[in-house]
Nanobody, 127 residues
Framework: QLVESGGGSVQAGGSLRLSCLDS????????MGWFRQSPGKAREGVAV???????YYDDSVKGRFTISQDNAKNTVHLQMNMLEPEDTAMYYC????????????????????????WGQGTQVTVS
């Protein structure tokens, strides 16, 4: 089970820190990551970290967001700085990457569909 937390409402330029507790999957997962979705828009990959230590960020968040993983606590965090109204979305945590999520740089946006499991999401609103 994946449980996200840390969402909320913030003004443009502000920061939020999202967290995702993985209570069962990370023991076999090859990755932990985040994607987001707004009403009427396609799912968008945000960031992902792999057990190899490699990380990937979508161009839209590069330099503003940082993904980190606490293996001891089975938790992944997403530090979001310099938030923009365009960042408003439901943010989901995902694990168990396959296919496109293993090479996100080659699949702009669509790699976010290739997580094996994901949580219920946490809402981020930037005004």
């Amino acid at each position: 089970q994946l449980v996200e937390s840390g969402g909320g409402s913030v003004q443009a330029g502000g920061s939020l820190r999202l967290s995702c507790l993985d209570s069962g999957y990370s023991a076999r997962s090859n990755c932990m990551g985040w994607f987001r979705q707004s009403p009427g828009k396609a799912r968008e990959g945000v960031a992902v970290t792999y057990t190899s230590g490699t990380t990937y960020y979508d161009d839209s968040v590069k330099g503003r967001f940082t993904i980190s993983q606490d293996n001891a606590k089975n938790t992944v965090h997403l530090q979001m700085n310099m938030l923009e109204p365009e960042d408003t979305a439901m943010y989901y945590c995902g694990v168990d990457c396959f296919a496109r999520a293993l090479s996100p740089a080659n699949y702009s946006g669509s790699w976010s569909y290739d997580f094996g499991y994901w949580g219920q999401g946490t809402q981020v609103t930037v005004s």
